[in-house]
C-alpha cells in the first residue's frame, strides 16, 4: 500500500502505482469494448521507473499479465500491448526505445 501523496502525478501519487493503475483500466477498456476479443477480466501490471536526483527519468520496465483466451497469440500480443495501451498513455518524455516490456 503507497501511503503518502506526491507531486510525480496529476492524482497526487507516486507514478509506478498511478501508471500501474492506468495500465489496467485501459486493459479493462479494450476488453469491454471487444477491441481485443482474447481479452479476460484478471489482469496485473507493474511499472519501474528510473529516478535521476530524485526525479522521474524515463520508465525502466512493464509488466503486464492479463487473462486470455486460447485463441491468444503472444507475438501478436506485444504489437497490440503495445500500440494500443503503453504508447497511449505514457509521456513521451518517459517511454524510451530502451524500454523492457514483459
Not at 481485443?36 to 536526483?53: C, G, H, I, M
Request: hydrophobic residues 35%; charged residues 25%.
Amino acid at each position: 500500500m503507497f501511503g503518502y501523496a506526491n507531486n510525480e502525478t496529476d492524482v497526487l501519487m507516486p507514478a509506478p502505482i498511478t501508471y500501474s493503475h492506468r495500465l489496467v483500466h485501459k486493459l479493462a477498456k479494450l476488453r469491454k469494448s471487444n477491441d481485443v476479443n482474447w481479452l479476460r477480466p484478471d489482469a496485473k501490471s507493474q511499472v519501474t521507473f528510473k529516478y535521476e536526483s530524485g526525479k522521474i527519468h524515463s520508465i525502466d520496465t512493464i509488466v503486464i499479465s492479463t487473462q486470455h483466451s486460447p485463441k491468444f497469440l503472444k507475438k501478436k500480443s506485444k504489437i497490440i500491448f503495445m500500440d494500443k495501451v503503453i504508447k497511449m498513455f505514457c509521456q513521451k518524455n518517459i517511454y524510451t526505445k530502451t524500454l523492457k516490456f514483459l
